[in-house]
């Protein structure tokens, strides 16, 4: 009796003790971030941030270098590297092939249209005057949009947002904003709220799938007219021109001017009632201090980061691109592009900090893809660099001896939206013919075109029947069955193609090469500590580091590799 009484006594005492053991674990663990800020700067190369450093301030990209992690070898594994493939990746942790957005711009075999990563003509934007102006736009994927209707349902698997929904039952508050409609639907996900800019209207904007009529603090922020504050001024020069490692170079001959926007500084922003002003505000630093003003608005009227609910914010700086596009990474306008994204950041740090505290804020920055130096440049520099022009293969004497071949006169090229070929199905069925073989025969003739590394069928794709290359393995990664073109093809490094709406820019990003899919990931606040690390990861693997750290369950397509380092904090 005595002795079984001890014994039960231990097993008390070891059994509370393992409890209370068990209970700090679990506190510890249980801590969570009040918002979760996932930031994404479109086209930010990997190396752009550290390159720039020396006339940068405290509070932005310094702060992340010296309080975050920092990872300095990031490279998406997919082939094409553009705005609405990279977005998804980063909110679902999925590949391409499997997340579905695998371009800007695919064919619908349905309409027989080239379609808009995310048109849905069930949902259209709640503000008048806001739709796409075909005049001034010069997107060449948002042109291609054949109406004003925006959603996420394209998306064919569940961000980590959504995952944040449903663990919470739908009390956690999720949120997207960008300049651009692809940069905030994404990571908005498909529970989320989603805004954007118009550049026809000035004003930030939703469409009826999420909401039926603007939020009150929306109307009030589109009411301040904030943008037109820029109007009848420039885009000046933030520090001594002396100081700039572009500062003799402000006028290179690759550089492009739009619509008067010019090559050189000051950039005017022209008059209020400009058609052209919301275009010239988003190609400057200007359409991100806009992101981050109406970001702001957002972040006080939501109450985001208040209670114990986590919430989720994701903001995607546009101006970056852009002003790649236009004047290329190496030029006085991207680095002083760069600058005023560091003070935009420090801004925002410092608001989050006052608002939230940074110690209760998970910060992860990436981006959608990096980009390519311009092939000018690139020339002057002694580097061999080309565009390649898609809109002569239907012509070349290789695919007019194909057409003769299989008996096809008309166009056998539907359409070419890079990277992807789209063959005419009608006129190959009509004829009875082998569309594989086609597509092989094709591929096998735009392979023998200067500047092409890669031309390669579905069909091959389908079948796997390829070796284990680094470009093979990344058109499979790109590889969506459903919506793929016929051929994709992958261009030689340092080769672009020279389209944007018919105007050759400076520099263009899309392909496979190392300069594409660089980008840098970096997870600060929430009491993280410096570090670098540079090890090869995935920007795919954040969304299942984000899930691990809130124990939800992974998104349905996410198969990257969790950051043990964040992890380990
Ligand atoms: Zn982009």
């Known amino acids: 009796m005595k002795i079984s009484l001890t014994i039960n006594l231990k097993q008390a005492i070891a059994f509370s003790l393992g409890l209370f053991l068990a209970n700090i674990t679990f506190a510890q663990k249980s801590e969570k971030p009040k918002l979760i800020l996932q930031i994404t700067v479109d086209q930010l190369r990997g190396d752009l941030p550290t390159k720039f450093i020396k006339n940068m301030g405290e509070g932005g990209f310094r702060y992340l270098m010296q309080n975050g992690v920092w990872y300095n070898n990031a490279h998406y594994g997919h082939a094409n590297t553009e705005t609405v493939v990279g977005h998804t990746t980063l909110a679902t942790g999925a590949d391409p092939a499997v997340h579905g957005m695998i371009s800007n711009v695919w064919l619908n075999r349905e309409t027989g249209k080239l379609s808009y990563n995310i048109e849905d003509t069930n949902y259209h934007i709640l503000s008048e005057g806001s739709d796409v102006d075909e005049d001034t736009e010069l997107d060449s994927s948002q042109k291609l949009a054949s109406t004003d209707g925006r959603s996420p349902s394209n998306i064919m698997v569940t961000t980590f947002s959504d995952e944040l929904t449903l663990t919470t039952n739908g009390k956690a508050k999720i949120f997207g904003v960008s300049v651009k409609d692809r940069g905030a639907v994404t990571l908005a996900g498909h529970t989320g709220k989603a805004f954007w800019f118009s550049k026809n209207s000035n004003e930030f904007i939703t469409s009826s799938y999420y909401y039926d009529k603007n939020p009150q603090w929306v109307n009030r922020w589109n009411k301040s007219k904030k943008p037109l504050q820029y109007s009848n001024k420039a885009w000046e020069l933030s520090i001594d021109q002396s100081k700039y490692m572009f500062g003799k170079q402000d006028d290179q001959p690759w550089e492009v001017d739009v619509a008067g926007f010019g090559t050189t500084f000051p950039h005017q922003y022209g008059a209020a009632d400009s058609k052209y002003l919301g275009n010239f505000l988003i190609y400057s630093p200007a359409g991100d201090e806009l992101t981050l003003d109406f970001s702001k608005a957002l972040i006080v009227a939501e109450d985001l980061g208040k209670d114990d609910v986590t919430d989720f914010l994701a903001i995607s700086f546009s101006s970056t691109d852009y002003v790649g596009h236009l004047f290329g990474p190496s030029s006085l306008e991207a680095e002083d592009n760069m600058l005023r994204l560091d003070k935009t950041l420090a ?104 500047g092409i590394a890669l031309a390669v069928s579905s069909e091959a794709l389908q079948n796997n029947n390829m070796p284990d290359t680094y470009l093979y393995n990344k058109a499979l990664k790109n590889f969506n069955y459903k919506r793929s073109g016929d051929i994709l093809i992958l261009l030689s490094p340092q080769y672009f193609f020279n389209d944007f709406d018919g105007e050759i820019v400076a520099a263009n990003h899309g392909g496979p090469w190392m300069y594409d899919s660089y980008v840098p990931v970096v997870f600060a606040g929430w009491n993280f500590k410096g570090q670098q690390i540079s090890r090869r990861i995935d920007p795919k693997d954040i969304a299942i580091t984000l899930s691990i750290i809130m124990n939800t369950k992974t998104p349905s397509g996410a198969d990257g590799e969790v950051l043990i380092e964040i992890i380990n904090k």
């Not at 194909?402 to 009509?430: R, S």
Request: net charge negative; aromatic share 10%; no cysteine.
């Open 347 to 450: 801004d925002l740090f410092s608001f989050i900090d006052e608002h939230i505290g940074l110690e209760n804020t998970l910060i992860v920055l990436s981006a959608d893809h990096g980009g390519p130096e311009a092939p000018g440049y690139l020339k002057s520099m002694g580097i061999e660099s080309g565009y390649v022009s898609p809109e002569k293969w239907d012509k070349e004497p290789a695919i007019k001896n194909l057409k003769a071949e299989f008996g096809i006169g008309q166009e056998l090229i539907l359409d070419f939206f890079p990277p992807y070929i789209y063959l005419n199905h009608k006129i190959i069925e009509e004829k009875k013919l082998d569309l594989a073989a086609i597509q092989l025969a094709i591929a096998k003739e735009l392979m023998k075109t200067k």
